[in-house]
């Protein structure tokens, strides 16, 4: 089992503690958990991981029987469940607290790593947990920022979790298209796209996003759906970002209610054109800035009298189970990041017509060795729905 | 504007400052936030309440143009908004985590807290932030526990709020019984559900939940939905939690698949008997293991053989928008807890036999001055969808 994802990150860690003299690290930021471990954290029970320079141990909420077969390394991944009132043991008294915060003891202690200072997420590691362990300030060391740093790389197992979530945006999209009509409403083609999703995804996730339209709608971007009846003319702004298997894909197309008119298809090209471009410069050491100026300026130069782009070119995306989901780079005007080779990223052109309506258009792509790879396969065209 | 049930939430903690001689409070837990400000915390960016004896501060990403119209009360609750790269300023490098950092400070400082010992929720509050104010460790006491303790009794507020969150269940089970006929997927119902939830909402929620069923699975409890097709006698268990509004119900109906066999309707007969007299029992003062024993004991009395109850009883819900979902009273054997008035709490029993099938009854109730009240109207009877 060498050379697992898993084992392979944790192994990163490892040399991050060894430079910087630490002997082991407990990582409880849900975020960092899931990628050290494979293992999706319960939203409402924290999880941990305790690693140190041979070996790993993840204390998790017992929550079913599964609990404990969370091993995907070789570096003798072990998992100490702690009993908790979701899954009530009716024999005895649990403290749900007391039961957590002892078996974190011991998983420090399995690994002999009681006393001894500690790599943790200094983001995230909560104080409470330092007067557990009974370590002083300096001996909790951060290393969250060389975490998130090393996640904003996908490796090659967290390229194809973002491809899969951006191909179930792409079959939502499908439905969005095949549900519109004039007099649905937007909560009903929402509901359409999730149920495409959810069947081929077999299983329920969270699905947000901006998922409206008609003409101040989409004029100033897109709203999420609260029930607007879609009428013939309009323009839809699906921008939905589910998180499955823990990854957060972040896609957008523009859907028209009956043929377009001039104005939209014409608007729709200018946004296809800037993604090609974008496309087209995505390279490793790119600045994000520059790719920035080559698709925001090709909106610019073309974009019709009172239309215009207010927001961001796009971002990283990546693991989306705790706080956060938009990471470097960021492809803003002033970004001081530079595109590396692992990186996936979406680029969003979009053009807004006040009180008359406007458009986005956004996929995901991965940065390779010499260009780019496009996650989405649902066409970059202005969808048209009759 | 006095009497805001935010302000006088706040009024409380700051009794509880007084008593414990601090000036000031900086909460981070986003269920504590929300119980303090009325204002829904971003997932993805902190959000902080900064207080102190007179005034308080919302330290909250900037996401829009309402961001800072969040005074709900009268105690010159106030908004300082962090520029952050989901709504970049285009004109400006932004370094998100500094912006959030300098404005935490600001509000600090803006409120004459500086230097000065601060309550904290020691549970959530984290490493960085201490290091950020510059704070040791004897100056950060732990008011997290005296917030979770507070929380547990509901306002007519949020009683009110978790009563339309039980109501908006009751629309999903309907939608559900409209729905369920042999060949229907769990996964189909389970979306019929969310879009008649969704269409009296006027907006998009989050739905978790136990929604499948057949006699395995349903004989195990039941399970999250997968695309099962439903057949001529299955039952299926919907045991549905959403978040609404910052709020989480917890409800449970179970639904036959054609007309119900025997068995069927004796085993769902236990169970109303038993939630009629767990609902009989709920007063003030009621020791929760007590109210156990009489739900548990009646269901254990009437079970037919190879029936069985493996599960709590019920527990207490609430703001569910950060970690943490199930909340004092625990209704187990052993609890500790204790039946106070403004608690709300689900009773659920449920009876399952292995390989042939079980079902659940749930639902949700406040504790009044002298009984309870509730809160669900969906007929408390085995859901027959011919």
């Known amino acids: 089992m060498a050379g697992s994802p898993f084992q392979t990150r944790r192994e990163k860690l490892r040399v991050e503690l060894d430079r910087v003299g630490l002997q082991g690290a407990l990582v409880t930021d849900p975020n960092h958990f899931f990628y050290l471990t494979g293992f999706l954290p319960n939203r409402h029970f924290a999880s941990f991981l305790v690693m140190n320079r041979e070996r790993a141990v993840a204390v998790v909420p017992q929550l079913g029987a599964d609990t404990t077969k969370v091993a995907p390394g070789s570096d003798l991944f072990d998992a100490l469940p702690y009993a908790n009132l979701a899954m009530a043991d009716l024999n ?38 330092g007067a557990l362990l009974n370590l002083a300030g300096e001996k909790l060391i951060d290393v969250g920022q060389f975490l998130l740093a090393q996640r904003a790389i996908k490796d090659a197992w967290e390229q194809e979790q973002l491809a ?10 499908a439905a969005t298209q095949a549900t519109l009509h004039p007099d649905v409403t937007d909560l009903q083609a929402f509901g ?18 901006e998922f409206s339209g008609g003409p101040e709608i989409s004029g100033q971007g897109g709203r999420a759906p609260f029930g607007r009846v879609m009428q013939e003319g309009d323009i839809l702004i699906a921008d939905i970002y589910p998180v499955v298997n823990g990854y957060q894909a972040d896609t957008t197309r523009s859907f028209v209610i009956g043929q377009p008119a001039a104005w939209q298809s014409e608007l729709h090209l200018i946004l296809e054109e800037a993604m090609a471009r974008g496309e087209a410069a995505i390279r490793p050491g790119l600045p994000a800035a520059e790719l920035d100026r080559i698709v925001r300026g090709q909106v610019n130069a073309s974009a019709p009298r009172g239309a215009s ?4 070119c796009g971002h990283g995306v990546g693991v989306a189970v705790g706080k956060g989901a938009h990471y470097p780079p960021f492809i803003v005007p002033h970004s001081k990041d530079t595109l590396a ?12 017509i006040a009180g008359k309506g406007g458009m986005r258009l956004e996929d995901n792509y991965v940065v390779t060795k010499d260009g780019c790879r496009p996650l989405g396969t649902f066409p970059k065209k202005l969808a048209v729905c009759v």
Request: charged share 25%; aromatic share 10%; hydrophobic share 45%.
């Open 92 to 129: 005895r008294h649990v403290d749900e607290f007391a039961e957590r915060d002892r078996a974190l003891l011991e998983g420090v202690s399995r690994l002999g790593l009681k006393g001894k200072p500690l790599g943790v997420d200094a983001h995230h590691f909560w104080r409470a947990l």
């Open 164 to 173: 899969y979530t951006v191909r179930l945006n792409d079959v939502g999209f």
């Open 192 to 209: 359409a796209a999730w149920l495409a999703m959810a069947n081929k995804l077999c299983g329920i996730f969270d699905l947000h996003g």
């Open 309 to 312: 782009m207010f927001h961001h």
């Open 341 to 352: 080779e692992g990186m996936v990223l979406t680029l969003e052109p979009g053009l807004y």
